[in-house]
């Protein structure tokens, strides 16, 4: 029977570090031509939209998707995993504290791939809900000693620090500006919902490497063309999802600054065929749209320790 597992059983089977390293294997997968993604699908709804997003591993063994509306209410997701030969329905699980931890981990993926291997220090764009995953994920990969996070209001940029400064244990501090923020730190992450660039490439020190992770649509950008045209390696997580969704390269393209084979997915990084940092003075970007090879990667880990520890609900089917 399948097996049904909500957001605290989903966030208590799923640490970052165990997340980072799953989400390496499955890329490694795509690096090798065993895995097939079907890009994020939009459909108006009176009140909003239903999204919907599907991959398969076939090294991993699953497949299954990913569903959720995104009303005035909010959004409730939904993960469903399959297995590869019987087409079995292996577990239902609630999908929002697990979306929340494997963005942070596919920006921690990144990162341990474009990131110097002596990155020791972190700006944080945006402080909510998923910022603080961001941060926790480039911790798992770099030996990080400080951060700083900014974002628009004061009181939510001040908790954000003070929480993860206790949560990591390292020195989180609150800046004022955008561009204090990303000066002189080693990973420079933006998570935000903006649809003007918060990141200005001439603010970056050589050697940056950024995480732009917030944006998911072309009308929404988060870094400016001096970014990305200052960028020595450009990943994506998936090129034909960029290609709808990724405002931050879609604008400079239909300007004729920026063309797609200027970009490598993060798969081609992973297996080895684009080094993801040519050298320790490269700016690199990330682009994260968030694809469904994440959250089957994510789902299965969670499923199969969820069997060997007994924990989740019988469904009756």
Request: hydrophobic letters at 45%; aromatic letters at 8%.
């Amino acid at each position: 029977m399948a097996l049904f597992l909500n957001e605290q059983e989903v966030a208590q089977l799923l640490p970052m570090a165990e997340c980072v390293d799953v989400l390496d294997e499955a890329f490694a997968h795509a690096g090798a031509g065993k895995v097939d993604i079907k890009p994020r699908s939009r459909i108006r709804m009176p009140g909003g939209f239903f999204h919907f997003m599907a991959a398969a591993d076939a090294d991993h063994q699953v497949f299954g998707y990913k569903a959720y509306p995104s009303f005035a209410g909010g959004a409730k997701m939904i993960v469903m995993l399959y297995d590869y030969n019987s087409g079995e329905l292996l577990s239902c699980m609630e999908g929002g504290r697990l979306g929340q931890i494997r963005t942070g981990a596919a920006s921690g993926l990144a990162s341990r791939y474009m990131a110097r291997a002596d990155a020791d220090s972190v700006g944080v764009i945006g402080s909510g809900f998923q910022a603080r995953t961001q941060l926790e994920a480039v911790c798992a990969v770099r030996d990080i000693k400080r951060a700083k996070v900014y974002s628009r209001r004061q009181e939510r940029r001040e908790a954000f620090a003070q929480r993860m400064s206790d949560q990591l244990n390292i020195e989180v501090t609150p800046v004022d500006s955008a561009q204090e923020c990303v000066t002189d730190v080693a990973v420079a992450i933006t998570i935000t919902s903006a649809r003007d660039p918060v990141v200005e490439g001439e603010w970056l020190a050589p050697g940056t490497h950024v995480n732009a992770a917030g944006g998911n649509h072309w009308m929404r950008r988060e870094v400016d063309e001096a970014t990305v045209l200052r960028s020595a390696v450009i990943a994506v997580d998936d090129l034909d999802q960029a290609k709808i969704e990724c405002g931050d390269l879609m604008w400079p393209e239909a300007r004729g600054e920026f063309r797609w084979d200027m970009v490598c997915e993060l798969q081609d990084v992973v297996a080895g065929r684009v080094a993801g940092r040519p050298d320790d003075q490269a700016v690199t970007l990330f682009e994260s749209m968030g694809v469904a090879l994440e959250d089957i990667a994510a789902a299965q880990l969670v499923y199969n320790k969820a069997r060997k520890q007994g924990i989740g609900q019988e469904l009756p089917f």
